[in-house]
């Protein structure tokens, strides 16, 4: 077991550092950068008026253009690996601030909405598949089934700008923006905590639906397998009652292989995030990459690439290192 643990875990740092190397190789040397942004942003009228003025543009696009790529690639990603393991993951070119400052603050509410809405969506996800699974064939199974399918072929920013108009500027229930009202402080106390929850409904429901359409019909094909087994006829001929074998022979049996999936999804879920903080303005990391996307400020974008990196394999080292204690069949082998 801990011959086991030491090469999951050093699998999981090598995989870390070869991604990041390769996606700061990727955005540092890309065509785009963000002086390109910056440059088209200063008007070279407002220096107009006198050879000072035209020499401080000259001096300023002269500045900007630094920070386009260059040096020795090599020792340049060296470099940043270096400061990554220090913590340091550099100073946001547009904002002006570290960028580790910058994750800090978004980082929080990314977590709370995808935490929240894969926990909602898992449990009653699982509890409708389950269900569906042992009425298969009926109009009820049929119903759903087809239900969720047409759901899951939604993407996912159409069902936000969807429940955002119908819910937020059409019958005006929530609101269509922000993660808290201007008007309260912030802080612990109820009124704060109030505004939070009530701003976070919509981004928590459009993240939910998704991930539940597709927990339920992992659980429908997975309960439908379970019930064809040996054991559960067996213990169906055994007199055992149909509560029992419904909660430990079948439900336990079929949710074990989406145990991975949940811990996986945590991951995947920030990059889904960045389509929901958009629509709902939802100051999360999500937006967080939006932005820095569309302003090729790649210390940022580079950044929240660290992050979504570290969830996804830390999640996998998790579900490989945890799955054997709810499977005996796996610590057996």
Same mark, same amino acid.
């Given at each position: 077991?801990?011959?086991?643990?030491?090469?999951?875990?050093?699998?999981?740092?090598?995989?870390?550092?070869?991604?990041?190397?390769?996606?700061?190789?990727?955005?540092?040397?890309?065509?785009?950068?963000?002086?390109?942004?910056?440059?088209?942003?200063?008007?070279?009228?407002?220096?107009?008026?006198?050879?000072?003025?035209?020499?401080?543009?000259?001096?300023?696009?002269?500045?900007?253009?630094?920070?386009?790529?260059?040096?020795? +690639?090599?020792?340049?990603?060296?470099?940043? /690996?270096?400061? &990554? @393991?220090?913590?340091? !993951? %550099? $100073?946001?070119?547009?904002?002006?601030?570290?960028?580790?400052?910058?994750?800090?603050?978004?980082?929080?509410?990314?977590?709370?909405?995808?935490?929240?809405?894969?926990?909602?969506?898992?449990?009653?996800?699982?509890?409708?598949?389950?269900?569906?699974?042992?009425?298969?064939?009926?109009?009820?199974?049929?119903?759903?089934?087809?239900?969720?399918?047409?759901?899951?072929?939604? +993407?996912?920013?159409?069902?936000?700008?969807? /429940?955002?108009? &119908? @819910?937020?500027?059409? !019958? %005006? $229930?929530?609101?269509?923006?922000?993660?808290?009202?201007?008007?309260?402080?912030?802080?612990?106390?109820?009124?704060?905590?109030?505004?939070?929850?009530?701003?976070?409904?919509?981004?928590?429901?459009?993240?939910?639906?998704?991930?539940?359409?597709?927990?339920?019909?992992?659980?429908?094909?997975?309960?439908?397998?379970?019930?064809?087994?040996?054991?559960?006829?067996?213990?169906?001929?055994?007199?055992?009652?149909?509560?029992?074998?419904?909660?430990?022979?079948?439900?336990?049996?079929? $949710?074990?292989?989406?145990?991975?999936?949940?811990?996986?999804?945590?991951?995947?879920?920030?990059?889904?995030?960045?389509?929901?903080?958009?629509?709902?303005?939802?100051?999360?990391?999500?937006?967080?990459?939006?932005?820095?996307?569309?302003?090729?400020?790649?210390?940022?974008?580079?950044?929240?690439?660290?992050?979504?990196?570290?969830?996804?394999?830390?999640?996998?080292?998790?579900?490989?290192?945890?799955?054997?204690?709810?499977?005996?069949?796996?610590?057996?082998?």
């Amino acid at each position: 077991m801990k011959a086991y643990f030491i090469r999951r875990a050093t699998m999981a740092v090598m995989t870390v550092l070869v991604t990041i190397i390769i996606s700061w190789l990727l955005l540092e040397y890309s065509p785009e950068s963000p002086a390109n942004v910056l440059i088209n942003r200063i008007a070279p009228s407002a220096f107009m008026g006198g050879p000072r003025a035209e020499a401080e543009y000259l001096s300023l696009e002269n500045y900007l253009n630094t920070l386009r790529p260059h040096g020795n +690639p090599f020792v340049e990603g060296l470099s940043y /690996l270096w400061n &990554f @393991l220090h913590g340091n !993951l %550099g $100073i946001s070119i547009v904002y002006e601030e570290p960028v580790t400052k910058l994750i800090a603050q978004a980082l929080p509410w990314t977590l709370f909405i995808v935490s929240t809405s894969i926990l909602i969506s898992f449990f009653i996800g699982i509890r409708i598949g389950e269900k569906m699974g042992y009425k298969r064939g009926t109009k009820t199974d049929s119903t759903l089934t087809m239900f969720f399918t047409i759901l899951r072929s939604i +993407p996912i920013y159409i069902l936000g700008i969807f /429940l955002l108009f &119908f @819910l937020g500027y059409e !019958l %005006g $229930i929530f609101p269509t923006g922000g993660t808290y009202s201007p008007s309260v402080t912030p802080g612990f106390n109820i009124p704060f905590i109030v505004s939070v929850l009530y701003h976070a409904i919509l981004p928590i429901a459009t993240l939910t639906l998704v991930n539940l359409v597709g927990w339920a019909l992992h659980m429908r094909a997975n309960t439908i397998y379970t019930l064809g087994e040996d054991y559960v006829t067996f213990a169906e001929i055994r007199g055992v009652s149909d509560n029992k074998i419904e909660t430990k022979y079948v439900g336990r049996n079929s $949710i074990l292989p989406l145990y991975t999936s949940l811990i996986l999804s945590i991951g995947f879920s920030f990059g889904g995030s960045v389509f929901v903080e958009e629509i709902f303005s939802y100051a999360g990391v999500g937006l967080l990459l939006y932005n820095s996307v569309t302003a090729n400020d790649y210390p940022v974008e580079m950044g929240v690439f660290v992050i979504i990196v570290l969830a996804v394999v830390i999640g996998v080292l998790l579900a490989d290192l945890t799955y054997s204690l709810l499977d005996p069949r796996v610590r057996q082998e």
